[in-house]
């Protein structure tokens, strides 16, 4: 493998590791489905990272405005994954629906709605999660740096040659 693929390849793969770190220190991870979905495909001399769309929302926040299809049920399916505690509602005439579904449900409709409305904590705060963007400005950093040195190198070794 061609030297500049390599510094490539591990510099990209030291990006998903330390964005995937920097995830569980900041509490960014619940299902562990956006960590999950970091990869790095290197082709030559051209690599990428690539990652599910949340990343963006998960550093910046999430403005008010439309929400995704069925946003109340990824809402609910949030709250049930990070193991928020609901308080049930009893119901006041006989229903299919257990008092422990129905403050699930209540809670996420008001969560869903906040956000639809408001925006997230952190967008209306904001605020930045630094998930990614430090991380990817230190490494490109010290790839470019050992590129140089890679570089100087062969240069040099051109120079003895002739």
């Known amino acids: 493998m061609n030297e500049v693929t390599e510094i490539l390849a591990l510099h990209l ?6 964005v995937q770190e920097r995830m ?13 979905s970091l990869s790095v495909d290197v082709n030559g001399h ?28 990824i809402i609910r399916q949030w709250i049930k994954d990070k ?7 009893p119901s006041k005439r006989l229903s299919a629906i257990s008092p ?5 449900n209540s809670l996420a409709g008001a969560i869903a ?5 408001k925006g997230t904590r952190l967008h209306r705060d904001g605020g ?16 470019s740096k050992e ?3 890679n570089s100087l190198s062969k240069i040099s070794t051109i120079n003895n040659t002739l």
């Open 13 to 18: 793969e030291n990006v998903k590791s330390k």
């Open 24 to 36: 569980i220190a900041e509490k960014r991870t619940t299902s562990g489905r956006s960590s999950a």
């Open 46 to 73: 051209v690599g990428t990272l690539y990652g599910s769309s949340s990343f963006l929302v998960m550093e910046r926040g999430r403005g008010p405005g439309k929400v995704p299809y069925r946003f109340f049920d």
């Open 83 to 89: 193991g928020i505690s609901v308080t049930p509602i």
């Open 100 to 104: 422990e579904e129905r403050g699930l």
């Open 113 to 117: 709605y906040t956000i639809m409305k």
């Open 128 to 143: 930045l999660d630094d998930i990614y963007s430090s991380v990817i400005k230190e490494e490109l950093e010290l790839m």
């Open 147 to 149: 590129l140089v040195i």
